[in-house]
């Protein structure tokens, strides 16, 4: 997974603003819908199908709702930086201020998926990028800090 094929800019809110997890899951898919051309509901439909399976908040104020998608051509991400933290039935029972949202498509094979979902999960355990992502205002500071240390942690 090359970071910087997956985030577009404009797939980065840097200020968003819920008030609980269902609000996060329809913006991120109302995010996704202007990106990838797709269409919203059936976006919040698969990222509301996933999280009855149980939830994506992995403990410190990071989740990671993602989905198989029909329609998507390549694996896509949108990421939130919400300004007031919301429940997201974390493992550690933590509200969630950061989340990465991973997309892909319906007929890829799910070890590509499950690596994608790996390399996040990696990623956000960094306490020093969790902290620069919190204090970032912009979407291209935001891009940039994780295309950085994507090719940091490639390498």
Known sequence: MVFSEVLDLAAIAPRATATDKRQVLALISDIAARNFGL??????????EREQ????????????????????????????RLEHPVDFASVDDHPV?????????????GSVHLQGL????????????REQLRQSRAA????????????QTAA
């Open 39 to 48: 269409d919203a509901g059936m976006i919040l439909d698969a990222l509301a």
């Open 118 to 129: 790996a390399r996040i999960s990696r990623l956000m355990r960094q306490k020093d990028l």
């Open 97 to 109: 201020d950061l989340v990465f949202a991973l997309f892909s498509p319906a007929g890829q094979a």
């Open 140 to 151: 291209e500071a935001i891009r940039a800090l994780l295309v950085q240390d994507i090719r």
């Open 53 to 80: 399976a149980g939830s994506t908040g992995l403990g410190r104020g990071i989740a990671v709702p993602h989905a198989r998608l029909e329609g998507l051509d390549r694996m896509r991400a949108v990421f939130l």
